[in-house]
């Protein structure tokens, strides 16, 4: 695990009630789940990796709100299939751009059987911060998958 999601694990442990705090709780259970999942996500998409696609569900919702410098905005959904086939297309490209990511001050707050986590996305490639909202949450054999991305980007 990295120094980065240990900290997280830490940090979100300290911000969870005592009931998911306690060694088996749902609530820390889910959390470490998705933790997991981010870990994996950054990993793959540092890595330029297709397979990161692979980690969305069949029935994800994606949004995307892309702000123009003429403050025009224009909010985007796509849906999943379409999604992790845009995603296994870009990352040549991605990575002949070395069109990479950093995401800062993420938060993972439990919701049921799910996950939501938000950070702050920093573009290298495009110097912007952004945020950027997921739902994880278990499929119905138990693996851990994006269920919703909700994005913000500028051209």
Same mark, same amino acid.
């Given at each position: 695990?990295?120094? /980065?999601?240990? /900290? ?13 705090q306690a060694p088996g ?22 890595? /330029? ?60 707050k439990p919701a049921g ?7 702050e996305r920093f573009s ?32």
């Open positions: 695990m990295s120094i /980065f999601v240990s /900290f997280m694990v830490f940090a979100v442990a300290m911000a969870l009630p005592a009931s998911a709780g749902a609530g820390a259970r889910a959390v470490q789940s998705a933790m997991r999942l981010f870990d994996r996500y950054v990993a793959l998409e540092k890595a /330029f990796d297709a397979t990161l696609a692979d980690l969305y569900s069949d029935d994800a919702i994606i949004t995307n709100k892309r702000t123009y410098s003429t403050g025009e905005v224009r909010e985007l959904r796509l849906l999943a299939p379409q999604y992790k086939a845009l995603i296994r297309q870009a990352m040549p490209m991605a990575k002949q751009q070395q069109d990479t990511n950093r995401y800062s001050d993420c938060v993972f059987n799910r996950v939501e986590i938000t950070c290298e490639r495009k110097r912007y911060t952004s945020p950027i909202r997921l739902v994880v949450g278990p499929d119905a054999t138990g693996e851990w998958l994006i269920r919703e991305e909700h994005s913000e980007s500028v051209p």
